[in-house]
DNA sequence: TTGCTCCTCACGTCACGTGAGGTGGC
DNA sequence: TTGCTCCTCACGTCACGTGAGGTGGC
């Protein structure tokens, strides 16, 4: 018999945890004392005790603890658990892999003294409809003219869209022959007839996500960082890249705020 | 202005997350409805919320995330604390590695269906005062004789120790010429001339055991489940074997409970 | 008598999730 | 009027840890 305190010395596991297991009804001490309340074990709970570590220990949780212990004769259900855990597990070791990952870009960053700095959001982008305009630029600076454009067809037929986002088609970056999109996202129908475009802008699970705050002259900087931190972190893209008007410039654009968007997919 | 809704789609931020942080402080809306309670916020705090996500998938709390927030001009503070970060998440997937390895152990030994099911354990022990005799054995099973004449000693000093425990000190497992020592924990001295000994066993900071319940015969299938284990989990043997006697069998030894223990060492 | 060990509440942890019950705007 | 969105509590999660306040045995 031994006293709680000696039971913890002996099995190194803490008085509060064998308290906590008694409660939850995982280990009841072999006897109680109904005076003092004292809980008395036996070595002979030692096993059990060690297979509570043990399966702890793999990563189970104290019910699921519980579970194996009562189905003590069913190591088939002992095996479908230990090879969910394993999955599990090794997701669970992808998944830190991943933020080493980002910790080690975030660490460069720093020792280049990459002034801007950025955050990188992977997120998901539901599919939305589009009304747009498509044409070749002979920059990416002439958007603004498209932009025009399309508001001005768009006031035409009385539509209003809200957001406005640009898509940039081309698979490369380039300054020439710009193959550009500029749309609003808009239910309405367009005529047949018109320049304009009516479309589902497709929904996109893994995007890599920046916000980019100021002057649009310096949008390039946060283009920069993004890709930096797709290729340092084993992703490349996988669609035409969006950028999304979320706030006009109040005073001389200085304050506009868009998001770029990056569909991503892991390399394999 | 986006209303709280609207803000958590374009974000992929739960409402309750956005909730959570204004409570706390970390994102407080650019503006809330005095009457209603309406919470508002505008596209100008994208920027800050992008950076409480990025910092958090990077496996900060959010209290270090405010404090990384607040204290936005010191690099040399978010620099220490990615070494940090960075420190912990290698741990933990070592920690998970290993976690895999006894995952893998264990659905090895269901398939080979080994039928005695033993749960090892590692943890430390402390130092102990021991005495003891020490002799060479022609087989493990003359240990008996060795605590009998123990115990004659013992008693003729009028000493009275406490747990019996064997230690066997062959690097490798024999069965014969067997370097053995039999002892009980005791503070007690030992006359000089005589052929007890009284010594520190000393504190093991990992040591694999597992606990033997029921006749002594079979204490081998456990001991071959502890070496098994020891290879498979990448440790190799580090010092002398004890086995602690923690409970007498009553009923012709069947129900007698012993703790094998082994010294480890990770492989390097 | 003084330490030491044991006991039972009750509350805290961490980042929200889950209702319950109610209100405001189209 | 009906949905939908928003609000504020209050409680739950998981495996214990941390006191507070009190008792029992040497």
Redesign the pocket.
């Known amino acids: 018999m031994f ?4 039971f ?1 010395r002996l099995t190194q596991v ?4 064998l ?3 008694d409660r939850i009804g995982l280990l009841k001490p072999a006897s109680i004392d109904p ?5 008395y074990y036996t070595s002979s709970q030692l096993p059990r005790l060690n297979r509570i570590v043990a399966l ?1 220990d793999l990563g189970f ?3 699921q603890v519980g579970q194996l212990l009562d189905a003590e004769l069913a190591p088939e259900q002992l095996r479908s658990m230990l090879l969910q855990k394993q999955d599990e597990v090794r997701e669970q070791i992808d998944a830190e892999q991943a933020r080493l990952a980002r910790i080690e870009t975030r660490l460069r960053q720093l020792e280049e003294g990459s002034a801007a700095r950025y955050d990188v959001v992977v997120k998901s982008v539901e599919a939305q409809r589009i009304i747009s305009l498509r044409g070749l630029l002979p920059g990416r600076s002439a958007i603004g003219q498209l932009f025009r454009e399309l508001h001005a067809n768009l006031r035409r037929h009385g539509i209003n869209g809200t957001t406005n986002l640009t898509i940039w088609h081309d698979a490369d970056y380039r300054d020439e022959e710009v193959d550009a999109e500029a749309a609003v996202v808009s239910d309405a129908r367009v005529p047949e007839s018109g320049p304009l475009i009516a479309r589902e802008l497709p929904a996109v699970a893994t995007m890599a996500c920046v916000v980019h705050h100021g002057s649009p002259e310096t949008i390039g900087d946060g283009c920069q960082a993004l890709l930096q931190w797709i290729e340092a972190n084993g992703y490349r893209l996988d669609g035409p890249e969006r950028v999304v008007l979320l706030q006009r410039g109040k005073a001389g654009w200085n304050d506009a705020v868009a998001e770029m968007q990056y569909p991503i997919a892991a390399l394999t």
Chains 1, 2 share one sequence.
Do not use: C, N, P
């Open positions: 006293k709680i305190g000696d913890s803490t008085v509060k945890a308290r906590h297991y005076e003092s309340g004292y809980r702890k949780s104290l019910e």
